[in-house]
Structure formats: structure tokens, C-alpha cells
């Protein structure tokens, strides 16, 4: 094995919707079992029937794993399409397993084949046709050094609720896999290490923040089924109604938001769902959330592609539309997590955000997060203290309670304060009555048309921003690499993050200083720490999963600083091999930044 006893990679590829996908997850949860750490991930094609699956997953002992690594030690192909896309990356070293029922391969040099008849075992030897992915696991399991007695343990709990006849038939067909593998390798295979139960938790980008949101408070959740964030609302329909909350399935995108910003008005902490195409839908009443200062949190999970495009591949090419798309300007955060993990923390810092501030708050996410699910600690509940909104003034302001020609005393919900932050009420609070509105309105909510009032109201707004930023926007920003100066200073954002830092260790390995810095908050952009990092650094480039280099093109913007823009906006993730070689590749120009 090309990692040694103590990591392997293996990647498993066929047919979508004949169980790959199954079958990983057997191996993962197997793993985890034996106490090892896990990062997998899945990417498959849209349609729910055909074209080619593939499931990476990279397993090891001690140190939580940052990516699914490079090559594969061990490549399963149980389709030809798979096969031909994807049996170019295995490792010169590795172990090629396959279908003989349906794959033809080429002989590769140095890489050791071993062809099974999955079906036909299924079929004929064992009459029962579904026992196929069995077999799989079986010849997977023991490929990669699994424990017998682990494998058929963890068959029998599988399957014990069937009944013995379906547990028996599967133990069988898990023995079968392991027998055809060690016939074909001709040796035992040098086993997995087994640790101790693991203290760990594993999840993946989609349930992070599912469960986040939990913790934050949520109390209203309404969405529209899309790829790649359905799962975050199938998660919150069976949990949220545990935590005292209600979700809603909504008939599109734009009645989803809708929804959110009125259970907020009325006090619930509130978030939606979406991908980019959802969120282009919900632009209007972002811009409300921005205007009414109504607090609501939107979960982008970003897909491949303008329109259709690859809805289950990943990008990250919503930056753009999510910080920029507005008619005329409104006030919103747009925060990015930087890990599966970090998918649990960062949702709740949204809520913090939304809520302290009264506006929208959009997370960042990517298929990338979402479909990997990773080995990650225990979630810390007490790590961030949760910020609630101001219902009300600790004194009631001398200019307040205005009596309006009806009698009834008015609230100036909106006054201009000096961090632009107004109490926000809840409806029918007496002596609070106030106007919500869209259009441009006074302290006391009434729609005015004057050019200083509108003025003085906009700046209200985006005052907010300014104390977010001059308060906390530095709370929000990883730095990670070499302390002092460096020869290479590298920005990236969202899921690169883990595979840069994996790139950062091979460049490290030849000599190269680096350092990255890490912003989970993308607007507004950090100026201040964006101007000390280049400071430090001969060159800065930054790696980011889309084709026109959108967080680049944000930050020479707003900071001036020359920065080399490195993208791809292939559909998968970034490889920490990439990331060294765009290292190289930037060290060798010789156009430093200003």
C-alpha cells in the first residue's frame, strides 16, 4: 500500500443507482468502527438512473484528515464508463479490482488486477441477485486490510433485524468477495490498524449545518427541494419539530423566503435552503430582509454551473450573486465555512450575525462540503455564545412614543442610532407599533420620498456593517502555514481550504515557505487583514473553485493589493497536487504583488 499500514485511499466507482454509494458507506462506517479517522466523497451524475459513480475514501489512524488525498491505493470499478473515466488516477503501485462481468481493462505495468464476476457470484452461486454489493464489500473490505471478523460483525448488524436466513446469505456473500481477493492477490493483506472507539462524530457538510442551525436556535425553516441542499431540509423536517421548531415545504424558492422573513418579524430565528439558482429567486426579499432590517439566514450550497448546469458537482461560483446581487445596495453578510466541521460553527455565527445585526446573513457552502462526509470531534455546544436581537431600549428614547393622529403611540423602530442597530419589537408589543415596510421609510417606519431622510436611513443601515466590521470581522479569519515573511502567501476560501493546507506541506517538503489565510467572512471583504497578510508575503495567489477568479477580482477591489488568481471550474474539488503545482507555477513568475 502505497501510505503504509497507517493511511490508504480507495475509490469505488459504477453504475449510478446500483449502490456505490451503499457500498462506500459499508467501508466508512466499517472504518470507523476499527477507530479510524475518514474523509470521503461521492460526486455522481444527475440523472437518478445511469452514467458513472465515483466514492473516494481515505482512511487513517491518529491526525483527523484534511482531503481524500491524491492517487488511490485501491480502485474498484464495477462499470466500464467508471472504469475508462477514472482508473487512470490509481497509484503505480495499486491494486485494480473489477467487475469481470461487464469491464474489459488494460493491463497496466506495475498494477496488480484482480477480476471478479460480482453478478454471476450473486446469481448462480448464491440465488440471490441483491447479495451483489455483499460480495463487493467483502472483496473491498479485505482488499483495504479489513478485519474478518470485524467485516462479518458489522454484516450481522447490518442485517439481524431480516432475520438469519438474510443474515447468513450476506456473511456468505461478504466470505465470497474476501476469498476471490485473496486468491487474486496470492498474499494476506497487511491488515488496518484497530485504535480505540473513536471520541468522533461522522458527518458531512449537509447535517453540519443542519445541526448548527439546532444549536443556534432555529426555529422556522422553509425551503424547495434542490440539489445539492435537499438533504439539509429532509434533515430539519424529522429534527427541527423536536427542538420546538416547524418546517415548511414551500411551492419555490421565492414563497421559502418569503415565509422565513415573516416567522422572523414575528420573532422565530429563521433560514432557508437553496443553490443558486433558488438563491437568483430570492434576491427581491433579500433586499427586504435588508431594508425592513428583518434578521433571516440563507444556506447556499453551490453547484456546477450557470442555469441547469451540474447540479451535483461542485463550485464556488455564487460569490458573486450572493454579495452583489441586489437592486441599488442593501446590507447583508456573506460567510463561507472552511471545513465539514466548520459547517456546525459557521451556521451558528450566522445566526449571531443576523440576529445582533437585523439582516441577512448568506452561508456559502459547496457540494464539495456537502457530499463529504468526514471523522470530525464532538461539537463544542458552549463554543459560541449565542446572540439574540434587541426587542427593546434599556430607556425609552426622549424622542419616542410619538402620538400619531389616531391616539395610539408610535415606536421609532428604526432610529438612527450610532452602531445602526434599532430594538426590533415583536408585533403587538404595546406602546411598540410601527410601520415594516420595503419602501424608504423614516425612524418611525413611514415611507418618505425626501433625499436627506433617504440618506440619512441608508447610512443607518450600512452603519451596521461598519461596527460588524471595525468589532468582529477579525474574529472570522484562519490563518494557517509559516509565521513572519513567506515566499508565497496564498487566499482561499470554503472546501480548498483543507487541500491547500495539504498543498502547503508537499510545497514545504521542497523548500517553499508559505502561509494562507483563511477568511470565513467574504463580505465585506477583511481590507485590514487582507493588507497586513500581503505584507508577508513575495507573492499572493488566489485558489478558488470557479472560472473568472470572483474573490480575487473582490479583494483587488476593495484593497488594491496584486494578487495572482489561480481557478478551475471543473466540477470536483481541488487536489493538494494541484494546489502544489499552482504554488510552483506562481513562485516561477516574476510580476510580484504591489
Known amino acids: 500500500m502505497k501510505h503504509g499500514p497507517a493511511e490508504r485511499s480507495i475509490w469505488l466507482t459504477g453504475e449510478s443507482g446500483e449502490g456505490i454509494v451503499s457500498l462506500g458507506e459499508l467501508v466508512s462506517k466499517g472504518a470507523v468502527k476499527l477507530g479510524l479517522q475518514i474523509f470521503t466523497y461521492r460526486t455522481f451524475p444527475a440523472e437518478i438512473k445511469g452514467g458513472s459513480v465515483l466514492y473516494k475514501l481515505r482512511t487513517g489512524k491518529g491526525a483527523q484528515l484534511l482531503s481524500c488525498g491524491e492517487k488511490p491505493d485501491i480502485f474498484v470499478a464495477l462499470n466500464q464508463e467508471g472504469y475508462d473515466l477514472y482508473s487512470s488516477a490509481l497509484a503505480d503501485d495499486g491494486l485494480l479490482v473489477y467487475d469481470s462481468d461487464g469491464v474489459e481493462i488494460q493491463e497496466q505495468p506495475g498494477i496488480r488486477t484482480i477480476g471478479i464476476p460480482f453478478t454471476t457470484i450473486a446469481k448462480k452461486d448464491l440465488a440471490f441477485p441483491l447479495a451483489k454489493n455483499m460480495v463487493c464489500f467483502g472483496s473491498v473490505w479485505t482488499a483495504l486490510g479489513g478485519p474478518p471478523e470485524a467485516g462479518e460483525t458489522y454484516v450481522r448488524n447490518q442485517f439481524e433485524r431480516k432475520g438469519e436466513e438474510i443474515v447468513a446469505t450476506n456473511i456468505k456473500a461478504f466470505q465470497m468477495g474476501r476469498e476471490r481477493v485473496l486468491a487474486g492477490m496470492g498474499v494476506e493483506v497487511e491488515p488496518l490498524p484497530v485504535g480505540e472507539p473513536l471520541n468522533a462524530i461522522l458527518i458531512n457538510g449537509n447535517q453540519a449545518v443542519s445541526v448548527g442551525a439546532l444549536a443556534a436556535g432555529l426555529k422556522f425553516f422553509a425551503g424547495y427541494p434542490i440539489t445539492p441542499s435537499s438533504e439539509i431540509m429532509e434533515t430539519l423536517a424529522k429534527d427541527l419539530p423536536n427542538f420546538g421548531g416547524r418546517m415548511v415545504q414551500a411551492e419555490d424558492e421565492m414563497a421559502a423566503i418569503g415565509m422565513c ?89 450566522a445566526f449571531n450575525i443576523a440576529e445582533r445585526y437585523q439582516m441577512p446573513v448568506l452561508i456559502l457552502s459547496e457540494q464539495a462540503l456537502s457530499a463529504s462526509e468526514v471523522t470530525v470531534p464532538p461539537f463544542d455546544l458552549k463554543r459560541i455564545p449565542l446572540w439574540d436581537r434587541v426587542v427593546d431600549y434599556e430607556e425609552q428614547p426622549a424622542n419616542s412614543g410619538i402620538d400619531a393622529d389616531d391616539g395610539s403611540d408610535w415606536f421609532l423602530r428604526y432610529q438612527d442610532t450610532s452602531t445602526g442597530i434599532s430594538p426590533m419589537p415583536l408585533p403587538g408589543t404595546p406602546k411598540h407599533q410601527y410601520t415594516s415596510t420595503g419602501l424608504e421609510h423614516n425612524e418611525r417606519g413611514d415611507p418618505i420620498y425626501d433625499p436627506d431622510g433617504a440618506n440619512k436611513m441608508a447610512s443607518k443601515r ?53 502561509a494562507l489565510i483563511a477568511p470565513r467572512i467574504l463580505w465585506p471583504v477583511p481590507v485590514n487583514a487582507m493588507k497586513r497578510f500581503a505584507k508577508r508575503a513575495g507573492r499572493i495567489v488566489c485558489i478558488e473553485n470557479n472560472h473568472s477568479g470572483q474573490f480575487a477580482h473582490l479583494v483587488r477591489s476593495r484593497t488594491g493589493i496584486g494578487i495572482v488568481s489561480r481557478t478551475r471550474d471543473s466540477g470536483l474539488p481541488f487536489e493538494p497536487s494541484t494546489v502544489l503545482q499552482q504554488i510552483l507555477n506562481v513562485r516561477e513568475e516574476s510580476v510580484a504583488h504591489v
Open 462 to 514: 450600512f452603519r451596521k456593517i461598519e461596527h460588524f466590521v471595525d468589532n468582529y470581522i477579525e474574529d472570522f479569519i484562519e490563518y494557517f502555514g509559516d509565521e513572519g515573511e513567506v515566499e508565497i502567501g496564498i487566499i482561499g476560501w470554503g472546501s480548498n481550504v483543507e487541500a491547500i493546507r495539504e498543498g502547503m506541506e508537499l510545497a514545504a517538503e521542497k523548500g517553499i515557505s508559505t
Open 261 to 349: 422573513l415573516g416567522a422572523s418579524y414575528s420573532g422565530a430565528k429563521s433560514m432557508t435552503a437553496t443553490s443558486g439558482p433558488g438563491l437568483s429567486l430570492m434576491v427581491e426579499q433579500l433586499n427586504l430582509a435588508g431594508v425592513a432590517e428583518i434578521p433571516v439566514v440563507v444556506v447556499d450550497v453551490q453547484r456546477g454551473g450557470a442555469s441547469t448546469g451540474m447540479p451535483t458537482k461542485t463550485s464556488q461560483g455564487d460569490l458573486n450573486i450572493a454579495a452583489l446581487g441586489m437592486h441599488n445596495e442593501s446590507p447583508r453578510v456573506v460567510i463561507a465555512p472552511i471545513s465539514v466541521e466548520d459547517c456546525f460553527y459557521t451556521t451558528i455565527h
